[in-house]
Structure formats: structure tokens, C-alpha cells
């Protein structure tokens, strides 16, 4: 969520309607195109880490949405979860029902072609503002935001009040999800059933909660865990990862963390094992994390400076984890190496990361889901770009079916472009520039694949942020 240095979270005083207003600032930075050549030398580290039964107090979920098939309150669900340990099972899990599409609240505005009004835009391509009413943007470029279950985008949304929104991809259809309750940083589950997030309890704490997009009827928020949570400075809002899909029960794990401990829920409710984690660093907050897209007891993360740390800037280390076994880290890129905004590979075995502006890959799993350690560390290397090109990379993230990158310059280059780049780094190619001013993390572009013929990207282009989707273009190269 930071180019390294991440801005100020903009957080008003927890009460009524101000719960966040409007979400973290950036300064985006000059990004140099070095040819840094860092190795990945990850070393294991073991310290006191512990897994603990998850959370505390009862999980009676509130909130039962209605409509046909949408959930049933007060069950149970029994067994271990996932394959990250002996989960505890808590009854009174809220189970959502994907069912049809559920209907909310019409946002307001039109979709609007803004192609002709952009500094750059490559041969045959369509830019597309999909919000124009309040302010729009999409949580993260490795934060999954489409559904294809539901063929609708997802993105967060803020007027006076925090909530989450989607569109069908061409922009119609855009519609508030979240009821009148706030929420925030919403992602799509691996599965495309639903949309979760950071929603807001009555006494103003936070938990996770979550929308079924296919369930027939209104579109109704269902609290997922009950640990009335507040973040742990300097973060002002929840760390939430991607889901991942527990091979056990065939549903969707969300990771999430006020700072320091993670929690894992699944998307009926039923809470799983607690986990800190044995990193040198784990008296510090975390700054993000994702579990890995395969396998669910596989995670990477990075921890925030520690100190007097306001505007969240991260340390340099990515580290590694098996939830199975929390004692035991290993960093990707090796020690002094700045490495961030990583992302895994769609078959779960690499992670990406940019170093100075140029993005590196390391091999991080085996297919099977063990480590492809070498010597103690990870093979990786430079991918790009190689080519004559002065845009540099700042976010890349893979295509859906793994064949390419899209990438975001950094707030250096004018227009802050977005293009496709080869797995190799040999080839790339212009899509749009975002013209974003990046005044704000909301308005900083972070481009990312929706399905293989769109990729979405949010732009205070206007002096406000909104959404926009990239389309007519092909990924093969010239």
C-alpha cells in the first residue's frame, strides 16, 4: 500500500459518521530506473511465535441478510478449516448462500469515454471512467476487485461516510453494496462469491464483514468475526489480505490483523487459529500481507519502521511464512535489499517486488506447495523492463492466466502510464497513461488485470478519485 513511503493514514476521531474519512496518503516518490541486482539470499529465522484459538469472545454474527437463499443464522461449523493447523470451530457463524445477483443502492453518475482527454493512450485502446459521483478508487493492484461469478468490479467509495461499491464493467449498473453501515478496503474473494472488507461495528471497532454478490435479493453486509478490533498505530485502518480457498472445506480463508497478530476467518464465519509470527521484526506492526493464492497456510508479509512512524514507512524485509509452522521465516530478497509492493504469481509459486523501479521475481514454492529453497535463500533475478524504456516499474502484477505483467510507473514520470510487459522484460507496451496527480493513495493508479480484456486503475486525474477500465487492447506484442 506504500511506495515505500507510505502517507499519512487520514483517520477522523471513531464516532458516528466519521469513522475514516476518505483512506491513506502518499507521497509517491521519484522512482530511479537503477540496475539494481539484488540476489535472493532469504535466511530462516526461528523465534517464540505461538498459535493461539482464534480471537476472543463468542462469534454470534450480527446482521442476517435477507432475500431467497442468503443466509442462515446460527449454525455450526465443525473441523479443522484449512491446512494451517488445528483450527477452532466457533458455532453461530452466519453462512451466505450465493444465489443470484444481490441489488443495493444506485450510486449516481455515468460512465463517461475519456479517451480522447488522456496524454497517452495505446493503438486500439478504449479508456473508460467508470465513477464520476463522490470519490472512487480500488483497494490495491494485487487486492483481487473482479467478480467473474458476478461480472462486476468492486471498489470503495466515500461521500460522508465510507462504503463499497460495484459496476458492471463498462460502468453501469455502479451501486453501493454496504448499506447504510461504513466500511472500507474492500477485496473479491478468490472464488468471485463475495465482496469483503473493514466494516464497522456499533461501538465503532472493526471487524470483518462481507457481501455476498450473488445472493438474490438486497445486497446485505454479514459480520464475519467478532473481535471488535482497533488498529494498532501507526496503522489506521485493519491489514487485509486476498482470500485464499481452504482445500479442507472448499471455502474462502480471509487473513486480517490490527497490527501485530493475525487472524483468519472463514467466509461463513468460523474463526481459525490465531498466529504470531517469529520474524526479528514481529514487535512491529505489520504493513501488508497476502496469503498465497494456492495455498492458504502460505503467506507473505512486510512490517512497518518501528517508532514514531506516522506516515507507515515500511521496512525493507519481505518475509515469508508457513501458518503451520509460524516459528520459522524466511526473507525473499535477502537482507538490505528495499524490496515492496510484491505480489504473487497466479500459480502460487513466485513473488514479484519492485527494487529502485524495476520489478525482480523469485521462486518462492515448489508446485506442490513446499519451499524452493536454495542454499537457505531463493533463486530470483531482474525481470524489468530491459528495453529502452524510461517508465520504469513501481506496481506490476500478473495477468489471470500468468502469460503477462501490467505495470505503473512511479510518480516521477509525467501521465504515470500503465503497460503490459513480457514475462522475460524483453518486451512491453503502452496501454493508457492514468494522468493521476497522486496526491493521495486513493488517487495513485495501481493498475491491475480485472479479466484478460480489462485492467482497471483508479486517478485523481480530476482532483478527485475515481475508477477507470482500460479496454480494446490485446496482450501479445508487436
Not at 222 to 249: H, Q, W, Y
Not at 445 to 466: I, Y
Request: glycine residues 14%; hydrophobic residues 30%; contains cysteine.
Amino acid at each position: 500500500m506504500k511506495n515505500i513511503l507510505l502517507g499519512i493514514v487520514i483517520a477522523l476521531v471513531l464516532v458516528g459518521i466519521g469513522w475514516y474519512a476518505g483512506s491513506r496518503t502518499q507521497n509517491s516518490g521519484n522512482i530511479a530506473v537503477n540496475n539494481v541486482s539484488p540476489t535472493s539470499t532469504g535466511t530462516s529465522t526461528a523465534q517464540n511465535a505461538t498459535t493461539s484459538s482464534g480471537g476472543s469472545g463468542s462469534n454470534q454474527n450480527t446482521g442476517a441478510p435477507t432475500g431467497n437463499g442468503t443466509t442462515s443464522s446460527g449454525g455450526s461449523t465443525s473441523g479443522n478449516g484449512t491446512t494451517s493447523g488445528s483450527g477452532t470451530s466457533h458455532s453461530g457463524g452466519s453462512t451466505v448462500t450465493p444465489g443470484n445477483p444481490c441489488t443495493g443502492t444506485p450510486l449516481g453518475g455515468s460512465p463517461v469515454n475519456v479517451t480522447a482527454q488522456m496524454s497517452q493512450v495505446g493503438t486500439g485502446v478504449t479508456v473508460t471512467q467508470i465513477t464520476t459521483t463522490k470519490s472512487n478508487w480500488t483497494t490495491y493492484s494485487d487486492m483481487p476487485t473482479y467478480s467473474a461469478a458476478a461480472h462486476v468490479l468492486a471498489f470503495n467509495t466515500y461521500g460522508t461516510t465510507n462504503s463499497l461499491s460495484t459496476a458492471n464493467l463498462d460502468g453501469t449498473g455502479a451501486q453501493i453494496i454496504s448499506g447504510n453501515q461504513q466500511g472500507r478496503d474492500v477485496a473479491v474473494s478468490e472464488d468471485g462469491k463475495y465482496a469483503y472488507y473493514e466494516g464497522q461495528n456499533p461501538n465503532q471497532s472493526s471487524d470483518m464483514y462481507a457481501v455476498a454478490l450473488t445472493g438474490a435479493g438486497a445486497c446485505q453486509p454479514v459480520r464475519l468475526s467478532n473481535l471488535n478490533l482497533k488498529p494498532i498505530p501507526p496503522e489506521g485502518s485493519l491489514i487485509i489480505s486476498n482470500s485464499s480457498i481452504d482445500p479442507a472445506t472448499g471455502r474462502n480463508v480471509i487473513a486480517f490483523s490490527e497490527g501485530l497478530v493475525i487472524h483468519r476467518v472463514l467466509d461463513n464465519g468460523t474463526e481459525l487459529p490465531d498466529v504470531t509470527l517469529g520474524d526479528p521484526e514481529n514487535m512491529d506492526v505489520l504493513h501488508r500481507m497476502r496469503l498465497n493464492p494456492k495455498f492458504p497456510n502460505i503467506m507473505w508479509y512486510k512490517r512497518d519502521q518501528a517508532g514514531q512512524n506516522p506516515n507507515g514507512v515500511a521496512q525493507e524485509e519481505i518475509w515469508v511464512v508457513d501458518l503451520n509452522h509460524p516459528g520459522t521465516v524466511y526473507s525473499v530478497a535477502g537482507p538490505g535489499v528495499a524490496a515492496d509492493h510484491n505480489t504473487w504469481s497466479p500459480d502460487g509459486t513466485e513473488i514479484g517486488y519492485q527494487v529502485n523501479g524495476q520489478w525482480y521475481a523469485a521462486k518462492i514454492l515448489n508446485p506442490d506447495g513446499t519451499w524452493a529453497l536454495q542454499n537457505g535463500g531463493f533463486a530470483g533475478g531482474l525481470i524489468g523492463p530491459k528495453v529502452t524504456y524510461t517508465y520504469g516499474a513501481s506496481y506490476c502484477t500478473f495477468a489471470p492466466d500468468g502469460s503477462v505483467y501490467v505495470c505503473t510507473t512511479g510518480g516521477a514520470v509525467h501521465g504515470i502510464p500503465v503497460y503490459l510487459m513480457s514475462l522475460d522484460g524483453t518486451k512491453v507496451k503502452l496501454l493508457a497513461d492514468t494522468d493521476a496527480k497522486a496526491a493521495s493513495f486513493d488517487g495513485i493508479p495501481k493498475a491491475e488485470f480485472l479479466d484478460m480484456q480489462h485492467v482497471v486503475f483508479s486517478s485523481d486525474r480530476t482532483g478527485t478519485p475515481q475508477v477507470y477500465v482500460i479496454s480494446g487492447f490485446t496482450t501479445t506484442f508487436p
